[in-house]
């Protein structure tokens, strides 16, 4: 079958609503800063009742699903695979993938509610989110399509579908269909919690993995490291090719055998939503196309850098002139 996707993701299909507060607000809710939650829909629709003072930033997300619709901004061919739920939210998510031209496989699932993502932004940019997961909690190895995966020339998976039993069958099948394809598999940590708590359902897919993308607390987490040169060495022993991000100390990236120093650039962060997602579609739209890897880095750090200097997950600086500054000037 022709290989006419470049990126076909597998994640949770949640709607983002972002909210501003002050450190006080953040401090009344009694909540860990900078971690992800997983809360019922209940518990979540009242932390959004009690910000309706504020005015919400909405937005198609999902770890996964950040990283592809950059990868599509960026240019390039991309896919998506999640389920929604048969409702206003459901709509809008698919609609904007309409928009923006990516290809998506996503059932409507009636009488379920689309997940959301609370995500509450504090002023020195850390990111708390609270996910109600809806819908995708029932996503399973039926929702897989064969085809998406045979056309891609890469299969990336998010960490957070391991939190349910069905979405790890899920992703297993999908490896599975990318070995019989030949299409390459990506595999992102996605959260500490992630390693902490699911590290079984996370070891079994990064057994097959061609690529893993992970932060210096996530590698750390998984290595039971603290030194970026420790945890670096032991993950580029274990693992074909790595990207570890280190925040503004930059990136570094071992791949067929060669490591690479990647850079980080200035930035004022304000909101740190997305920007491993954003690594990811930098790093993984430069080695589709032809790019060295290091060059892939560049991109990836630089839309990283972009991406938490304004507030929401979503590039509001022209994608292709981030990509271009770095790929005009190799």
């Known amino acids: 079958m022709t290989k006419d996707i470049h990126l076909c993701g597998l994640g949770n299909a949640l709607v983002d609503i ?13 909540l860990q800063r900078g971690t992800m939650t997983l809360v019922d829909s209940l518990d979540q629709n009242i932390l959004i009742k009690q ?17 592809i619709i950059a990868f ?16 206003d939210m459901g ?3 698919a609609s904007e993938f309409t928009d923006l031209g990516i ?7 009636p009488d379920t509610h689309t997940g959301k993502c609370l995500v509450l932004i504090t002023p020195d940019a850390e990111r708390t989110m609270l996910t109600a997961l809806g819908v995708n909690g029932n996503f399973g190895v039926e929702h897989i399509v064969e085809s998406t995966i045979a056309r891609s020339e890469w299969l990336y998976v998010e960490g ?10 899920a992703i297993m099948e999908s490896i599975m269909l990318a070995k019989k394809y030949g299409t390459k598999i990506a595999v992102s940590f996605s959260d500490t919690f ?30 039971g490291l603290e030194d970026s040169d420790e945890v670096f060495g032991v993950l580029t022993k274990q693992f074909a090719n790595v990207c570890l991000t280190m925040g503004k100390s930059g990136s570094r990236v071992h791949w067929n055998g060669t490591a ?17 997602d954003m690594y990811a579609a930098g790093f993984l739209y430069g080695i589709t196309h032809g790019y060295s890897p290091d060059v892939a880095g560049r991109l990836g750090s630089l839309a990283a850098s972009k991406i938490v200097s304004q507030f929401g997950a979503r590039l509001k600086e022209s994608p292709e002139a981030i990509r271009d500054e770095i790929l005009l000037n190799v």
């Open 103 to 109: 290809h998506l496989d996503a059932e409507l699932v």
């Open 91 to 93: 709509r809008f998510y």
């Open 18 to 30: 972002e909210f501003q507060l002050s450190d006080s607000e953040f401090d009344s809710l009694n």
């Open 194 to 223: 992630i390693v902490n708590f699911f590290r079984e359902g996370l070891e079994e897919a990064l057994t097959y993995a061609d690529l893993i993308f992970c932060n210096l607390t996530e590698g750390a987490a998984y290595t």
């Open 260 to 276: 690479f120093e990647i850079p980080s650039y200035p930035t004022t962060p304000i909101d740190t939503t997305g920007a491993g």
């Open 51 to 67: 910000m309706e003072h504020h005015t919400p930033h909405r937005s198609s997300g999902g770890s996964a699903a950040n990283t």
């Open 72 to 87: 599509g901004q960026f240019g390039g061919k991309a896919g998506y695979k999640a389920v929604l739920g048969d409702d």
């Open 160 to 169: 957070y579908k391991f939190t349910e039993s069905s979405g790890r069958a």
